[in-house]
């Protein structure tokens, strides 16, 4: 099971850390990433992180976001973080975080087995 939090509504420029706690005791196992869905579009990827122990927990991000968002993982709290800087109201979506198998997922939303129940960020210009 996976729950995010941390979401909210937040001035342009601002800041927000958003948490996906992860229940179960194999989290270290799985390559983590999130995903955001803005009202009328796809779902599209933001970030993931490999499992620490065989990738060194290598990230990847979509282009247009990397330098503004990161993502890390804290496998003793069995908790996946994405930071958000400079937030624009383009940001505004709701922010999913997703669990694979896969050590070191892609960019692919099929390449994730399970799924939360997602966090709404509201960016205000």
């Known amino acids: 099971q996976l729950v995010e939090s941390g979401g909210g509504l937040v001035q342009a420029g601002g800041s927000l850390r958003l948490s996906c706690a992860a229940s179960g005791r194999t989290f270290s196992m799985y390559g983590m990433g999130w995903f955001r869905q803005a009202p009328g579009k796809e779902r599209e990827f933001v970030a993931s992180?490999?499992?620490?122990?065989?990738?060194?927990?290598?990230?990847n991000y979509a282009g247009s976001l990397k330098g503004r968002f990161a993502i890390s993982r804290d496998n003793a709290k069995n908790t996946v973080y994405l930071q958000m800087n400079s937030l624009k109201p383009e940001d505004t979506a709701v922010y999913y975080c997703?669990?694979?198998?896969?050590?070191?997922?892609?960019?692919?939303?099929?390449?994730?087995?399970?799924w939360g129940q997602g966090t709404q960020v509201t960016v205000s210009s």
């Open positions: 992180i490999a499992k620490i122990t065989l990738s060194g927990g290598r990230t």
């Open positions: 997703a669990a694979s198998v896969r050590s070191a997922p892609s960019t692919s939303l099929g390449e994730y087995d399970y």
